[in-house]
């Protein structure tokens, strides 16, 4: 069984510019769901995707945009880079319809804004 | 509004010493409980769970929660802790109506250091 995996593991950026990470979800599972983690915070709920649309989203500005693909691989997005979004990315992948919280995490991207 | 409380930032032990890491949640409609885990330099992987039935759950290595819903806590306790228990520990809450979503509410997160 493969788990989430994630890319790339490090990056840095300079304000203003655009950032894209990329995940692939664990065999199995049709549902993706980001995570902004900031040093020294709990993980924070970005969106999640199903049938390659968005299903929810939390308290993020449009810049932070989303993608998900037929194989249930996902992309995020973020647009004129902020110092503030220096931060561990996370996806999540789940099987929705089990309704039970349980999301398997890959290791993050961790993202450095200049 | 919910959210979620962990009290203790950090908490040091010994090894082989009892410990609690403390989480309180405030939710007006009911919720699923979660402790995920987080060793150095990977993801959150999930520890224990409270969906429904019994409010004492455990995990396969040693750790318990027990759900107090007229304290709005759900506590983490492991009687006798070991190196490999070292980790960051995040509480989490889901709420019910976010049926059609798999959107969890963390806490800050409790850096467990145990020491020999």
């Known amino acids: 069984e493969t788990g989430v995996t994630q890319s790339p593991t490090h990056l840095i950026k300079t304000r203003g510019q655009q950032v894209t990470l990329r995940c692939s979800s664990q065999?199995?599972?049709?549902?993706v769901s980001w995570y902004q983690q900031a040093l020294g915070q709990g993980p924070q709920f970005i969106f999640q995707?199903?049938?390659?649309?968005?299903?929810g989203r939390g308290n993020f500005p449009p810049r932070f945009s989303g993608l998900q693909f037929p194989n249930y691989s996902s992309e995020l997005n973020v647009n004129a880079l902020e110092l503030d979004d220096s931060a561990l990315y996370l996806c999540?992948?789940?099987?929705?319809?089990?309704?039970?919280?349980?999301?398997?995490f890959g290791e993050g991207s961790r993202l450095t804004v200049l | 509004a919910q959210s979620v409380t962990q009290l203790d930032s950090q908490v040091p032990v010994f090894e082989e010493a009892p410990v609690e890491l403390r989480c309180n949640y405030s939710s007006s409609v009911s919720v699923y409980l979660f402790w995920y885990v987080q060793y150095p330099n990977q993801g959150l992987q999930l520890l224990l769970k409270?969906?429904?039935?019994?409010?004492l759950v455990k995990s396969i290595n040693g750790f318990e929660a027990e759900f107090n819903k007229s304290q709005t806590s759900f506590h983490l306790r492991k009687p006798s802790v070991h190196i490999s228990d070292t980790a960051e520990y995040f509480c989490a809450v889901s709420d019910l109506r976010s049926y059609n979503t798999d959107k969890l509410i963390f806490g800050t997160g409790t850096r467990l250091q145990v020491f020999p």
């Open positions: 995707y199903y049938r390659e649309e968005e299903n």
């Open positions: 065999s199995g599972h049709n549902t």
């Open positions: 409270y969906l429904s039935g019994s409010t």
């Open positions: 999540a992948s789940s099987s929705q319809g089990s309704h039970t919280g349980e999301l398997f």
